[in-house]
């Protein structure tokens, strides 16, 4: 990807998933051109990509906007992370993988002074505890994952703040993986995703 392209794509991803672009905000190429200093073009091309992975529609005739996702989308999203998250968790552990950087993304958490950095630390912990499983299509996956349900944690944070209960879960979470005990801290990994989807998700969910 040329380096402007890729410029940009990082420039409007970390909008995206911080909450700077809200769900169904416009984005115009023009504007956004203007605003990073680069033709059209590089601008289009990383749009695309943000299709690609999920976090942009793109449609003919009425232009690009932040992918705004139904509950049904958020259940299904945090569904596949119960399902794979813990195991790909479980495995790094069982293999003694290093965990220094989920411990620096935790410290990092507690030391944001605003939602954005709270976020992308919360991001990069997760990520530091499978990234070790020794699978890189699990990890890929759970990367598009990662991104995806960031979309959903940043409105349901801004609607119902539950920073400080998740910091404890994560530190647990990380006391168990420290320990060497995949199981306990696959469990944990569990149970810290259903709160959240307990919390934010199941309460709106439509009843049958």
């Keep these: 990807m040329p380096s402007r392209t890729a410029h940009v794509l ?9 909450g700077q672009f809200t769900p169904g905000t416009p984005l115009v190429e023009s504007e956004l051109a203007g605003r ?8 289009r091309e990383a749009l ?5 992975s999920g976090l942009v529609d793109i449609r003919p005739y009425t232009g690009t906007t932040v992918r705004a996702l139904t509950q049904e989308d958020a259940l299904a999203l945090y569904d596949m992370r119960l399902l794979l998250e813990p195991e ?12 220094a950087e989920a411990a620096q993304a935790l410290e990092e958490a507690a030391r944001a002074e605003d939602a954005s950095s ?3 630390a919360n991001r990069d912990f ?28 940043a409105s ?20 168990q993986v420290r320990a ?16 959240f989807v307990a919390r934010h998700l199941k309460k709106e969910a439509p009843a049958h």
């Design 88 to 99: 790909a968790v479980r495995r790094g552990v069982a293999a003694g993988g290093d965990f």
């Design 180 to 195: 060497g005990d995949a199981e306990k801290a696959a469990a944990l990994v569990r149970r810290h995703i259903e709160g």
């Design 36 to 43: 990073f200093q680069v033709s059209k073009t590089p601008v």
């Design 48 to 52: 695309k990509a943000l299709e690609g």
């Design 10 to 18: 990082a420039a409007i991803k970390a909008a995206i998933l911080n």
């Design 126 to 153: 997760h990520r530091g505890l499978y990234a070790g499983c020794g699978n890189p299509l699990l990890v890929r996956t759970l990367d598009g994952l990662r991104d995806q349900t960031a979309l959903v944690s």
């Design 156 to 175: 349901s944070w801004a609607r119902m703040p539950s920073w400080d209960e998740e910091a404890r879960e994560h530190a647990a979470i990380l006391d």
């Design 118 to 120: 709270r976020s992308t």
